[in-house]
């Protein structure tokens, strides 16, 4: 058989609110510990977030100032073109304006009939001096019809003419005209 073991009562009251307290407190310093653990954890999320932000942000800022170059750039650009339409336009309305002395001179050679030749011709500031000669009066005399009709000329102001007392002689003629384009 075996031997008895012994037994003991122990009819004391064992305290234990210490262990008790122990387990609290080592409890507390784990959610302590957890805690700052987690809380450090975000905050490394939050500094590399900023971090990122931060780049991002100067990545925005570069980008902006370029913008902002070209979007002057742009703008300058626009001016030119508008001042070079300006530009073309006063030229448009110069250009109509403008007085050809080709198609002046082309109006003055139709009205010239076959006898009539130049001896000087001169023009000047809305000024016309016409010299020359005729074969006959008659040749002088549509000469002088054709200016008068002819729309580049405002004003016949004198009119002169001298010789043809012989039939073979020719005729000098002086004439003096003030005239304007036709389209003005």
């Known amino acids: 058989m075996e031997t008895a073991r012994r037994i003991e009562i122990n009819l ?55 913008y902002q170059q070209i979007e002057v750039a742009a703008d300058n650009q626009r001016e030119v073109q508008k001042q070079i339409k300006d530009r073309i336009h006063n030229i448009e309305e110069f250009d109509k304006k403008r007085i050809s002395y080709i198609d002046f001179l082309e109006e003055i050679q139709k009205t010239v009939p076959e006898g009539v030749c130049f001896t000087q011709l001169n023009i000047e500031n809305g000024k016309l001096t016409i ?54």
């Open 12 to 66: 004391l009251e064992v305290d234990r609110s210490g262990t008790r307290k122990q387990t609290a407190i080592i409890a507390a310093l784990l959610l302590i510990i957890a805690f700052t653990g987690i809380m450090g954890g975000m905050y490394a999320v939050a500094v590399n977030r900023l971090a990122a932000e931060k780049n991002l942000n100067r990545d925005l800022k570069n980008r902006l100032m370029k």
């Open 131 to 184: 010299n020359g000669t005729a074969s006959s009066k008659q040749e002088a005399a549509r000469f002088l019809s054709g200016l008068r009709a002819s729309s580049w000329i405002k004003d016949i102001s004198s009119a002169t003419a001298t010789g043809g007392s012989d039939p073979a002689s020719p005729i000098t003629f002086n004439i003096q005209a003030d005239w304007r384009a036709a389209h003005q």
